[in-house]
């Protein structure tokens, strides 16, 4: 399981979800967010494209794509550490 940050939020704020997932016997990764890392995001601010509502979100939150894409990775590799099984070793993604 990947969890992704919401807006403002730091991965902390969900170590609980995390914890609880864990006890349901899945592996959890939650992507690495600091909460002043979402400022980088008011760079965007200054771009006239913004104001306008055509702003693209790249590259003003290429950080966070970037962080999502070591989450999944480090998800893929826990996977191929435990042979890609699922939990229940059908490989189906169900978790039964």
Not at 24 to 44: C, K, S
Not at 76 to 90: C, H, P
Request: glycine share 14%; net charge negative.
């Amino acid at each position: 399981v990947v969890v992704l940050p919401g807006l403002a939020n730091a991965s902390g704020d969900y170590a609980e979800l995390a914890g609880l997932l864990e006890a349901r016997g899945h592996r959890v990764r939650v992507a690495r967010v600091a909460r002043p890392d979402w400022l980088r995001n008011a760079a965007g601010l200054s771009r006239a494209a913004y104001w306008r509502g055509t702003l693209s979100p790249r590259p003003t939150v290429d950080w966070y794509l970037d962080r999502v894409a070591e989450a999944v990775a480090e998800a893929r590799a826990d996977l191929d550490d435990d042979g890609g099984e699922d939990g229940d070793g059908d490989g189906d993604g169900d978790g039964d």
